[in-house]
Nanobody
Framework: QVQPVESGGGSVQTGGSLRLSCVTS????????VGWFRQVPGKEREGVAT??????VYADSVKGRFTISQDNTGRTVYLQMNSLKPEDTAMYYC??????????????????WGQGTQVTVSS
């Protein structure tokens, strides 16, 4: 099975950058959907970016600032986050699964989840 593990979170100032990594030690990400989601207390988990089926899809709130990519081994997916804003503060989760394409589907569609990595952006 796919076993995602996230890393790369931390605390940065407004305008800073972070790169999150999602690594699987099990099945590769090849041929499936991989997504980054984020959640703050009291709010629904929201999709940030997804990759799969030859497509990348971004939430409107991060377009032009975040980039999702995958390495050639199929074992690592990245989320490059630039021009960070305080409203980007959240717990970020990597998820994988075999939802219907396109991959930009609600969180419950995804089957395998990492533990989350905290991103905090201060002004």
């Amino acid at each position: 099975q796919v076993q995602p593990v996230e890393s790369g979170g931390g605390s940065v100032q407004t305008g800073g950058s972070l790169r999150l990594s999602c690594v699987t030690s099990g099945q590769t990400f090849s041929g499936i959907c991989v997504g980054w989601f984020r959640q703050v207390p009291g709010k629904e988990r929201e999709g940030v970016a997804t990759l799969g089926g030859g497509r990348t899809v971004y939430a409107d709130s991060v377009k032009g600032r975040f980039t999702i990519s995958q390495d050639n081994t199929g074992r690592t997916v990245y989320l490059q986050m630039n021009s960070l804003k305080p409203e980007d503060t959240a717990m970020y989760y990597c998820a994988a699964g075999t939802p219907y394409f396109p991959c930009a589907q609600p969180a419950p569609v995804y089957q395998y989840w990492g533990q989350g990595t905290q991103v905090t952006v201060s002004s």
